[in-house]
């Protein structure tokens, strides 16, 4: 476990006991985590590894707030996340997380600007500011051409680099990226990780991915191998 | 907010055509029965200010008239307590010719009314063109609005009235009632065409003057109509309307009119508002993860939830507006064609029945997407998520 409690500032998630049942008191009851622990130092980069099935995306849904654990306790920039009500983790989504998909998940009906602008939206921004952020962040990703087109007019490397953008508009403490290269060739791929990195560096945000390349995991602060819902190593 | 919600209605558009279509129908039912009872009142109203203004509410039975006893008769009517004055009445009807039978609307009438009645008259009706004081003019006739346009009248062209040509001395503003496509001409006039029906063998011993199948009464101030009509039912051939009763039969008779007309739109609406919980339902499961999404990056269930409902809203909306044209346009259509047969035209769409309509299609429309709308907020992200 790579832990912070030798640094002074305080980890930016902690994860304590972390255990996730499926289909919970039936037979047909799964356990997806099983006491999960760990700290991650405020502007880590993170990777959460190992084979399918094995818990990584169950894991980054609780890290992300999608879903409650069953047991243990998280606690992101020291707030208590499961205790929270349905519209507060909602407005936390919004405010603290930024998610970043495999398969992009823009969506459908709206342009380019309008998918980077919708969580500012969301998140009670003024129209006018959040398009504004949204065409900063579009430029920043190499994009501001593309601000008008609907996602099925860009190219996959497009479209994942305008989710980079729009996790990243309301300044998140945290992006996840749940195999945020998976369809993407090899060029892409690459381009999306340096994107990655580049805003982990400039603007010291938390970037937790999930990946099956070993590759990209070699490039992390951190590394967490996850087995059938435990923690098996960390470095 | 619109434009993102017209690119979801376009992912599918056959199935959005086809909804928008339904609430189109039933908007279009709604405004063209909407139109009729409003002009069905109004005609109503008007009439009943017509009848009011000229009383005539005393028929004679077709026995009564052949009697011959006209000047009895009004002799026995201006002994009845309240009554003021009688005034003798013609009204036959105007052509029974080829289509006359097949036109739209209420028969055509000749009215042979004595000056006092067309002095009566004019508190409802407005003269448009020409004069209408023919009271010393033979073979002058005073024509409605509907009348004049289904034959292309103008003042001075002649008219053929059971056999005998009548000069256009007058045409009426367009009044919405039965007088609308009515012919008025002089008491004497009407007298001799009614003269025509009558057998030859007993012709000899009528004089026109005598004959009357009305009579208005015009009574005395605080006289009570209904009281009046009481006693006029005791005189023998004939039959006073109780002007109270008129109006309260007239009143239920649009009412019941209303309730049928208006239920059946509603029906039709209703018929398409399913259509919009249909499609609402498919919408949101087939853009589950989209909605998992939305959560996913900050969406509050009351969000989803007013996003889904607002695009509801507006597939009535559009469906609303579809219909309110086409309603426009069914309305005028009949509209014209009634008035190129001379009958009344029935269909008013006044703005407010169209505000109404419209209104009504956009709240049915959110009403119609609650229920998807409830289910697509109350989604769990993660399961959401999971849906391909």
Not at chain 2, 110 to 127: C, D, E, T, W, Y
Not at chain 2, 179 to 190: E, G, K, M
Not at chain 2, 337 to 357: I, K, N, R, Y
Request: glycine residues 8%; positive net charge.
């Amino acid at each position: 476990m790579m832990s912070a409690v030798e640094d002074a500032a305080p980890p930016i998630i902690a994860a304590r006991d972390l255990v996730k049942l499926h289909a919970a008191g039936t037979p047909l009851e799964v356990r997806a985590i099983d006491h999960v622990s760990f700290d991650l130092p405020r502007g880590a980069f993170a990777a959460i590894v190992g084979q399918s099935g094995s818990g990584k995306t169950t894991l980054l849904t609780l890290l992300g707030a999608l879903d409650a654990p069953t047991a243990g306790e998280l606690r992101i920039n020291g707030e208590l996340v499961q205790r929270k009500s349905r519209r507060a983790l909602a407005a936390f989504r919004g405010r603290s997380v930024g998610f970043v998909f495999q398969g992009f998940d823009l969506i459908p009906s709206l342009t380019a600007l309008e998918n980077v602008a919708l969580p500012a939206q969301y998140a009670g921004v003024a129209a006018g500011e959040a398009r504004s952020r949204a065409a900063g962040l579009l430029d920043e990703v190499g994009l501001a051409n593309r601000s008008e087109h609907l996602p099925g007019q860009l190219s996959g490397g497009e479209q994942q680099r305008v989710a980079i953008a729009r996790s990243l508009v309301n300044n998140p403490l945290i992006v996840l990226a749940d195999e945020p290269t998976g369809e993407l060739d090899s060029r892409n791929a690459d381009q999306i990780m340096k994107l990655l990195h580049r805003f982990n560096a400039e603007r010291g945000v938390t970037v937790v991915i999930v990946t099956h390349n070993a590759e990209h995991a070699a490039r992390c602060d951190f590394v967490i191998t996850l087995a059938d819902g435990r923690v098996v190593s960390t470095t | 907010m619109l434009i993102p919600i017209l690119r979801n209605l376009a992912r599918q558009p056959a199935r959005s055509a086809l909804t928008i279509l339904g609430i189109a129908i039933g908007v279009l039912a709604l405004v063209v029965v909407g139109a009729l009872s409003t002009q069905l009142s109004r005609i109503v109203s008007r009439s009943q200010q017509v009848q009011d203004a000229v009383l005539a509410f005393v028929q004679q039975s077709a026995a009564a008239r052949l009697q011959n006893h006209r000047k009895q008769i009004q002799s026995q009517l201006l002994r009845i307590d309240g009554v003021r004055a009688v005034i003798p009445e013609v009204v036959v009807p105007y052509d029974y010719g080829p289509g006359e039978r097949d036109r739209f609307g209420p028969p055509r009438l000749i009215f042979g009314l004595p000056s006092a009645a067309m002095q009566n008259i004019r508190a409802v009706l407005v003269i448009g063109s020409g004069t209408d004081r023919i009271g010393n003019q033979e073979r002058a006739v005073v024509v409605g609005s509907d009348f004049a346009h289904s034959q292309s009248l103008a003042i001075g062209d002649v008219v053929s009235l059971y056999g005998s040509s009548y000069r256009i001395a007058g045409v009426y503003q367009q009044s919405f009632t039965i007088f609308d496509s009515a012919a008025i001409i002089r008491l004497a006039d009407a007298q001799r065409i009614l003269l025509q029906a009558v057998p030859l063998s007993m012709a000899a011993h009528f004089k026109p003057g005598d004959l009357a199948t009305n009579f208005a009464l015009l009574l005395r101030p605080n006289a009570d109509g209904s009281l009046v009509a009481g006693r006029v039912n005791l005189i023998e051939g004939l039959r006073a309307r109780d002007p109270k009763s008129v109006s309260a039969g007239l009143a239920a008779t649009t009412r019941v009119f209303d309730s049928i007309v208006y239920g059946a739109a509603l029906i039709a609406l209703v018929i398409g508002s399913l259509s919009i919980v249909n499609t609402m339902t498919t919408a949101v499961r087939e853009r589950t993860r989209e909605i998992g999404i939305r959560k996913a990056i900050g969406a509050s269930d009351e969000a989803i939830l007013a996003e889904f409902i607002v695009e509801s809203a507006c597939v009535g909306a559009i469906g609303g507006l579809i219909g309110i044209a086409a309603g426009l346009a069914l309305c005028a259509l009949l509209n014209a064609h009634a008035q190129a047969q001379g009958s009344l035209q029935l269909f008013d769409l006044t703005p407010g029945l169209a505000v109404g309509a419209f209104v009504f299609s956009v709240v049915l429309g959110a009403v119609s997407g609650l229920a998807p709308a409830w289910t697509a907020a109350r989604l769990n992200p993660t399961v959401a998520l999971r849906r391909l």
